[in-house]
Each structure stands twice: as structure tokens, then as C-alpha cells.
């Protein structure tokens, strides 16, 4: 009797260390209004490589402290490191790599763009982040973008829950629900360490499920409940695709393509939601990033992220936006079937903007930043409109 009783009390303990060893981890999961969040995986802290990772992941590069101003902090930079600020880079691998790492220490790049490329996991993104920032070794944090605006534009879905489509949010008929899908949007990118996110869409009737709606005034109300939503996560967003690319008649990542109405519409029909988030918000906590159609009433001859008309006249004077600018992915057709690349991140900085977004070849990074660095060598940019950008960017890094 007393070896059958041993026998039981074995059975059990066996069945709990087996069940421990195999605990699945937890994916990020929320209902479709107000359920709970749940913000990360489990880490196993008997297992060493595991501890080791988790106690890596709270490492943080120095922030920029309260003593020191905006301008101390710039002073500080070299050329060189000002003009990485100005690029924003997409990376391939999973984890740490010789092209990322002769990437980052080369170029100084300021900001990375993840894609379902580089994330497998919670954990793994999160590492990844982390084993980036520790390799560039900056003086400021950097950025780590990801486009998660829910519906067919998300990433990592596979454990990130993605949020509905901004149409379906739309749809249902509460702006409440664009704050809840933004706040949750926020939680799981803090998750894997990511700290922009390239949302809310705020276009006016886009066919492709990405708008709010179809009424500008419409789409601006949802679109500031979801700003509401990332500033209560104190998580930084981006406005898109400005002035509005709801009337394109071409993909752009295709090809380019021009919005033939007059000024008057384009104020009543596009602008509004821009209008409202940059008179009513904190231009620090988010970007406004610009698409790449022309735009026959501003200015017929350029794309919209490489216009002076789009970029300073309107949206800098007129709109009073002081925050960063970036461009969308200049690797998509409507950039580079018409803009040679040399010239494109240097015809960014002269219209006014802080930020060239390049998504996918390390080769092209390299030729935008090198030509806005020889550019600045030969006097036909200032470094005093650098520093214009980089006082942006710094502002809007000490938020995180």
C-alpha cells in the first residue's frame, strides 16, 4: 500500500513538471470592443538562455534627460550621424546580421521599418529590436516602425491580433471604436519593441477597405479618436498619406498618378481630417507622412513628398504643421520609375521634409543617404536645414 501511494504522488509531480515544460506561450489577443490585452509571452526564467534574453530586452539605450536641450543633444552629433537621423531603413533576418550590423554602423540610420520579414515571434521581434539598438549605439533612441493598421495591412498576424480593417471600424458607427483598435494597435507593437506606428490612414474614400469613409469630416472624427488612442498609450503615430491619396487612380506602389481637382475641393473633400489632428494635437507625438500622387491645383510638376508647395507652402505655413515629415517608401514605382535615385533624398530635404523612408535595398539606402551627405558637402543643402530636421526628430525621440 505504502509503495502504491509513492507511486501516485510520483504520477503527479512527473504530470506537473511535464505540463510546466510545455506551457504554450500566450499570443496577444483583445475582442473587437473592450476586451483585455494581453501584452506579452511568457518567459521560462529556468531556462538561462531565456533569462539572459529577458534581462537584455529591458536594456535601454539613454534617453534624452531632462537637463540637456534639444540643442546640446544636436551639437553633439556629427554631420554624418545628423544625415542617418534623416533615413528611415528596412532590414531582412530575424535576428542580428553582418549586413544590418555594417548598415547601421556605416550609415548611422535613425529609425528601422520592420516587415513580416524580419518578425516570427513575440519574443524574437522584441530581441531583434533590441540586439539593433544595442549594435548602433546611438545617442539618441531610435525609431522601429511597422505598418499596422489593421485589416489586409498588418504584420506578424500570426501572433500580433491584428485590428479589423479601418472601413469595418468605420462601419460600426462609434468613433470609441477607432480609440480602443489604436490603443490595442499600441499595446502589441509595445510588445515586440516597436514604437511608431505607421497609422491611422487618415484618406477620404479609399476603395482598398483603408479609410475610415467616405466624408472628410467623417474620417477626421475617427481619425482623432485613434489619435486619442495612441496619445493615451503615449505611443507615436503617423497621419497618411498627405494631402490624401483617396482619389488615386493608380497604385503608387505601381506606378504614379495625378488628382486633377481644384483647391476648393481638395479642402473640403481630403484636408479636413489632416486639419484637425494638427490644429488639435501635440505635433510631437505623431508624423505626417506623404504620399506620392501629383496634384494638378498644387503642383502639377512634382510628387507630393518631393514638393515645396505641398510640403512647406501647405502643409508647414498654411496648416502650421512644426512636427516630422516623412515620405512614403520611396522605392515604390511612382518614385522610382520617374525620379532618378540620386537626387530623390536631397529633393525630399529642399521641399521641406525631415525623413526619406527607404523599405528594401541596401544598395538604395546607401546611394539616398551618400547624396544628401555630398549634398550638404558641396553647399547645396545647409547644414543649418539639417539641423531644422534633426531638431524635429529629436523632439519627437523625446517622447520615447
Known amino acids: ?75 553633439s552629433m556629427t554631420l554624418e550621424e545628423k544625415i542617418g537621423q534623416m533615413v ?55 525609431f522601429f516602425a511597422i505598418d499596422e493598421e489593421g485589416g489586409i495591412i498588418v504584420r506578424g498576424q500570426e501572433f500580433l491580433k491584428p485590428a479589423p480593417s479601418q472601413e469595418n471600424i468605420g462601419l460600426d458607427g462609434d468613433p470609441s471604436a477607432a480609440t480602443y483598435w489604436a490603443k490595442h494597435n499600441a499595446t502589441i507593437l509595445k510588445s515586440i519593441n516597436c514604437n511608431l506606428n505607421f497609422a491611422p490612414v487618415a484618406d477620404v ?9 467616405d466624408d472628410a469630416q467623417f474620417v477626421a472624427e475617427y481619425v482623432d479618436a485613434a489619435a486619442n488612442g495612441y496619445e493615451e498609450e503615449n505611443f507615436l503615430y503617423t497621419l497618411k498619406h498627405f494631402p490624401g491619396i483617396g482619389k488615386s487612380k493608380i497604385d503608387p506602389h505601381q506606378e504614379i498618378s495625378s488628382v486633377e481637382d481644384s483647391r476648393e475641393i481638395l479642402d473640403v473633400e481630403d484636408l479636413p481630417p489632416f486639419k484637425k489632428i494638427i490644429r488639435e494635437h501635440d505635433n510631437s507625438k505623431f508624423m505626417v507622412m506623404i504620399g506620392h500622387l501629383r496634384y ?40 522610382k520609375n520617374n525620379v532618378d535615385l540620386s537626387t530623390i533624398g536631397v529633393k525630399m530635404i529642399l521641399a521641406g521634409g525631415d525623413i526619406a523612408l527607404v523599405c528594401h535595398d541596401y544598395a538604395s539606402q546607401q546611394i539616398v543617404y551618400n547624396s544628401i551627405l555630398n549634398a550638404v558637402k558641396r553647399g547645396e543643402i545647409s547644414e543649418e536645414r539639417i539641423n531644422e530636421s534633426v531638431r524635429r526628430i529629436l523632439k519627437m525621440k523625446a517622447n520615447l
Open 205 to 213: 474614400g479609399s476603395r482598398d477597405t483603408r479609410s475610415f469613409g
Open 1 to 75: 500500500m505504502k509503495n502504491f501511494y509513492l507511486s501516485i504522488i510520483i504520477l503527479a509531480i512527473s504530470a506537473v513538471l511535464f505540463c510546466g515544460c510545455f506551457e504554450e506561450e500566450k499570443i496577444i489577443t483583445a475582442d473587437m470592443r473592450g476586451g483585455n490585452i494581453e501584452t506579452n509571452s511568457k518567459i521560462d526564467e529556468k531556462n538561462p538562455a531565456r533569462k539572459e534574453m529577458n534581462q537584455n530586452e529591458n536594456k535601454k539605450v539613454d534617453r534624452i534627460p531632462l537637463n540637456e536641450s534639444i540643442d546640446e543633444k544636436l551639437n
Open 88 to 142: 528611415m531603413v528596412g532590414v531582412y533576418g530575424t535576428e542580428l546580421n553582418d549586413d544590418i550590423i555594417f548598415s547601421l554602423n556605416n550609415y548611422h540610420f535613425g529609425g528601422v521599418i520592420f516587415f513580416d520579414r524580419n518578425l516570427e515571434s513575440v519574443a524574437q521581434a522584441k530581441k531583434l529590436a533590441n540586439d539593433i539598438e544595442a549594435i548602433a549605439n546611438q545617442k539618441v533612441p531610435m
Open 296 to 335: 494638378d491645383a498644387l503642383d502639377p510638376m512634382n510628387p507630393a513628398s518631393l514638393s515645396y508647395t505641398v510640403i512647406t507652402k501647405l502643409l508647414r505655413n498654411e496648416l502650421g504643421f512644426n512636427g516630422v515629415v516623412i515620405t512614403d517608401d520611396l522605392e515604390m514605382g511612382a518614385i
